[in-house]
């Protein structure tokens, strides 16, 4: 996946144009067949359908739609995206966290909980009560009361905007790292860019502050640029003092 677009053919080429037999023909297919059934599928679907298409082409002849028809058919699970994303582009899975927003309901007091002078993402105060009037005034309906009492100043509402730099249709999974130290993965499956195959937002609720967000943290999608994975950004580290002293060596 890493290889330059002048070296990258799609999966279904004929073997004689195929550039690269090892990445393109071998590697590739194997990496993705492998992130269908351990992050796509799961080990158990994946293993149920892939026996029913061992049994159905028993002593047979497939093609491999006829592997992707039987995996279907078998699981229940439309696969359509992957199957053309995987095997008929060359496209890389490259997403990007590009920015984290926090939304904050004020209490009664006017104040939140969230730390306004050293969170690392951008702080937003909204009032539940302005919004549901702006919306009946646009003709639209007004808050119930029972929606009301779904946002309370002791959550804390998170907007993750997301950039598919790639372009090839992945699951986004990512890490929540809260300010106590615990941690948490959301695994959102790969419908979520149904809509909008470049770009996305998820608002997520929690209970706790979060201090960062990593994207892909057990590195399960091939994703071939992890510097754009974390919010906020690491901080770029500093060369050492022998760094230093080789660059001062050459000539």
């Known amino acids: 996946m890493r290889l330059g677009t002048e070296q990258l053919v799609p999966i279904m080429t004929n073997s004689e144009s195929i550039l690269n037999f090892g990445p393109n023909a071998y590697t590739k297919p194997a990496t993705g067949l492998n992130i269908l059934r351990n992050t796509i599928m799961g080990p158990e679907l994946f ?12 002593f047979k002849h497939p ?9 279907e058919d078998a699981s229940a699970v439309d696969l359509d995206w992957f199957w053309r994303g995987w095997f ?3 496209e890389p899975c ?13 209490d009664k007091k006017g104040k939140i909980l969230a730390d306004e002078e050293n969170s690392p993402f951008e702080i937003n105060r909204f009032d539940l009560a302005k919004i549901s009037e702006a919306n009946a005034n646009r003709r639209g309906p007004a808050l119930s009361k029972e929606e009301m009492a779904l946002v309370n100043p002791e959550q804390f509402y998170y907007q993750l905007d997301f950039k598919n730099v790639g372009g090839l249709l992945m699951p986004v999974i990512f890490q929540i790292n809260y300010k106590d130290g615990t941690q948490e993965i959301v695994k959102i499956p790969a419908e979520i860019w149904r809509l909008n195959p470049e770009k996305v937002s998820k ?29 906020p950004r690491p901080e770029e580290q500093s060369s050492s003092q022998f760094d230093e002293f080789k660059k001062k060596q050459k000539p």
């Open 47 to 58: 293993d149920y359908a892939f026996k029913q298409y061992a049994r159905r082409w028993m």
């Open 88 to 90: 008929y582009t060359t």
């Open 63 to 71: 093609h491999p739609a006829d592997f992707f028809r039987t995996m």
């Open 203 to 231: 608002v997520i609720k929690t209970n706790k502050e979060v201090a960062s967000f990593l994207l892909d943290p057990n590195e399960e999608t091939a994703d071939i640029d992890l510097s754009n994975n974390q919010f």
């Open 94 to 106: 490259d997403i990007s966290l590009e920015k984290v927003s926090l939304f904050q309901m004020p």
